[in-house]
């Protein structure tokens, strides 16, 4: 038996479904357990090597333990590594990303994304006075009640919950538009805007696969949030840093009253952040009403690593390398497919992609729901047995790194190939 599965068995008696974060789970035909990361390699403890497109899901921009993160890290931690108390790399951090962000003037440090999305909604809520917020069918936002919510029926604006366990009354305090759709927006802020503190998006849609905005929605949602003085909140805890020094709404030209940030700023430690101008971040604790607070906030690793890792972004060509790798593989995978005669649609934004198995064009949660799951777990599994890691659920990304090299990605390009005619066999048989 690998050693992988024995663990497996044992972690599902310790640990609920074996593991901690429930698509890690889902890996065919069960999960690998690994034992380091080098690069744009995971080793497993069997000794296989994988290339990693997970990357932490989203972290690890630079791939596995880079040189120039691993160095600061080790020489910091000897000083300690819990003060309670502030240290100037807090600063230096909140600069970088101050200066990359146009509409953050002031940031808060917590510990994880979904910690960020509770704390600027309840800062949006304090800052305005209002009790509802308007998100996004397909958007997820980290595992927090009130965005643990999907559409109800056609008839209600209102949400319902989307796991066990959260109200009803808190559901309903958050409103459910599509993707991509300014006229479902419209709608419902016509008739609730006046009670809406906040709309919140993923400004690149990339928990539901990869789904770009169109044109002007963006610019849509500034528009019509002004309008009804509501706050306009970017989660950007996965296209900060990803799209280029800055976030989507860099990339795609439209601020944001409030940003939430994690994943690539604490380098792959745990973090997330909240920013936003001074006015807006003044109602926090302990300036103002709105309460955040933390044992872990700023911890002096995570911000090492994120520094790190920012200051390679911004020195080296990494953007390149990473901008180059996703579109080589986008391309590739394109060209496979159609040689195989596979309906399918690849969506590509820098340094992150995701294919689905429908001829359509994907710009939504509906949209994307249409893609053969099947076919994306037998591709994953294919892949798998030759040594490459893409996520488990089609519904993730697929992420590149400055550590996808050229020649990792040709590697990859044979093993999809190898992997079609695989599954094309055995279809036939
Ligand atoms: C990952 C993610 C979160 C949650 O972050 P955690 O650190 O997992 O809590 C929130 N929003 C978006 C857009 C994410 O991708």
């Known amino acids: 038996m690998s050693e992988s599965k024995r663990l497996f068995e044992e972690a599902q008696r310790v640990l609920v479904g074996g593991v901690n974060s429930p698509v890690r789970a889902a890996i065919r035909p069960y999960p690998f357990f690994v034992r380091e990361g080098k690069g744009p390699y995971l080793i497993t403890v069997d000794g296989n ?4 497109y997970v990357l932490g899901y989203g972290p690890l921009i630079l791939g596995h333990a880079p040189e120039a993160v691993t160095r600061r890290i080790v020489e910091y931690v000897s000083k300690g590594w819990l003060y309670g108390a502030p240290t100037e790399l807090e600063i230096t951090l909140a600069k970088k990303i101050v200066n990359h962000f146009p509409s953050i003037e002031m940031v808060r440090f917590v510990n994880s994304g979904g910690e960020a999305v509770a704390t600027a909604i309840r800062l949006a809520r304090g800052y305005t006075g209002r009790r509802k917020i308007l998100k996004f069918e397909g958007c997820y936002h980290g595992a927090v009640d009130s965005v643990l919510v999907k559409a109800g029926s056609a008839a209600a604006h209102f949400g319902s919950p989307s796991s066990a366990g959260v109200p009803e009354d808190v559901a309903k305090l958050t409103l459910v538009a599509r993707y991509n759709d300014l006229d479902s927006v419209e709608k419902i802020m016509r008739e609730e805007g006046n009670d809406v503190a906040a709309i919140i998006v993923e400004p690149i849609m990339a928990n539901y696969g990869v789904i770009p905005p169109r044109n002007d929605f963006l610019k849509g949602l500034r528009e019509v949030a002004d309008r ?8 950007e805890v996965v296209t900060g840093y990803r799209l ?3 976030g989507a709404q860099r990339y795609y030209g439209v601020k944001a009253d409030i940003t939430t940030l994690g994943k690539i700023i604490g380098g792959g430690f745990p973090v997330g952040a909240v920013g936003a101008r001074e006015e807006i971040m003044s109602k926090l604790s302990p300036k103002g009403p709105v309460f955040n607070a933390g044992t872990f906030n700023g911890h002096p690793i995570s911000m090492i690593a994120g520094l790190a890792t920012i200051e390679v972004l911004e020195t080296t060509n990494a953007y390149e390398i990473a901008i180059n790798a996703s579109r080589k593989l986008a391309e590739g995978l394109d060209d496979v497919l159609g040689r195989y005669g596979i309906d399918h649609t690849i969506n590509w ?5 995701q294919v689905f198995f ?3 064009e994907v710009i939504d949660h509906e949209t994307a729901s249409r893609s053969n799951a099947k076919i994306y777990l037998n591709l994953h599994e294919e892949l798998l047995k030759r040594g490459v890691f893409i996520a488990p659920s089609q519904f993730e990304a697929i992420f590149t790194s400055a550590a996808h090299e050229d020649s990792i990605i040709n590697e990859t390009l044979r093993q999809i190939e190898d992997s079609m005619k695989a599954m094309v066999l055995n279809k036939v048989n």
Request: zero cysteines.
């Open 49 to 52: 090597r994988l290339i990693d």
């Open 228 to 235: 009804f003085g509501s706050l306009l909140i970017f989660d």
């Open 244 to 246: 280029g020094l800055g």
């Open 349 to 353: 934004v820098p340094t992150m992609l």
């Open 358 to 360: 429908t001829k359509g």
